[in-house]
């Protein structure tokens, strides 16, 4: 049977796919409402934070927590992927929202927001994690997911519908994934979740667009996409 928690993981992220939808064309500007998604993902995780951090075992009497014994790495790897497809989308002939210049510069100051403060946090912190070892709380690889899965969805999500449901959805996998391989708790993933849709769309809120706000002809990835198509 599934574990209560990932239940729970499972119905606030079928909300997120639908409370995420693209915003209207000032999707840049501030609005109030954009931020109700990742703080009631964050207020979550702190909420539903395990302060004992003691994971349980059949040695101490009880079952233990780590499900099914399951353990990989592809989480390692996949939680880069949304940041890859910002640019992939567009080799295939998506348009995306902004040129690449700005879209990088975007990417780079909201990693290094979402980075900065996992990192501040963790140190902080100290959290233990389900395994045992330390700097649990918040989830970086869930936080680095989601803040591509919202890139994704800001860049791509006004034109292309399914975007949004496909990068959250595929988040909320890695984020299920990190509590699997006994990595960490649902507090962390949900904690990490808001904080990584919220760097991102600080990023985005505070942007100057210096550069053309619209792909162009000088955008080196046009010349790739059109000798193909």
Not at 17 to 44: C, H, K, N, W
Not at 54 to 78: C, Q
Not at 154 to 167: A, L, Q
């Given at each position: ?48 934070d395990?302060?004992?951090?003691k ?6 009497g ?10 990989n ?76 899965a919202t ?47 919220l ?8 942007h ?10 000088a ?11």
């Amino acid at each position: 049977m599934m574990p209560k928690s990932l239940w729970l993981w499972f119905l606030l992220c079928f909300g997120l796919s639908f409370g995420q939808q693209p915003d209207s064309t000032e999707r840049f500007l501030f609005r109030y409402q954009q931020i109700y998604v990742p703080a009631a993902l964050m207020t979550a995780g702190i909420l539903s934070d395990n302060t004992k951090r003691k994971r349980i075992t059949p040695e101490n009497g009880t079952e233990a927590e780590h499900l099914l014994g399951f353990t990989n790495r592809f989480d390692d790897y996949a939680q880069f992927a949304p940041m890859l497809t910002v640019y992939g989308f567009q080799l295939v002939g998506m348009t995306p929202k902004t040129d690449w210049a700005n879209r990088t510069a975007i990417l780079v100051k909201g990693q290094a927001i979402n980075l900065g403060l996992v990192y501040v946090l963790k140190k902080t912190l100290k959290k233990t994690r389900p395994d045992g070892t330390a700097y649990s709380f918040p989830s970086g690889h869930t936080a680095n997911v989601f803040a591509g899965a919202t890139m994704l969805s800001i860049e791509y999500g006004e034109d292309y519908r399914w975007v949004p449901y496909v990068s959250y959805g595929f988040a909320a996998g890695i984020g299920v994934m990190r509590m699997v391989n006994d990595k960490h708790y649902i507090s962390d993933v949900l904690f990490g979740a808001g904080l990584g849709i919220l760097s991102m769309k600080f990023a985005y809120w505070t942007h100057q667009y210096q550069w053309n706000r619209t792909p162009t002809k000088a955008d080196p990835f046009t010349a790739v996409y059109q000798s193909v198509y």
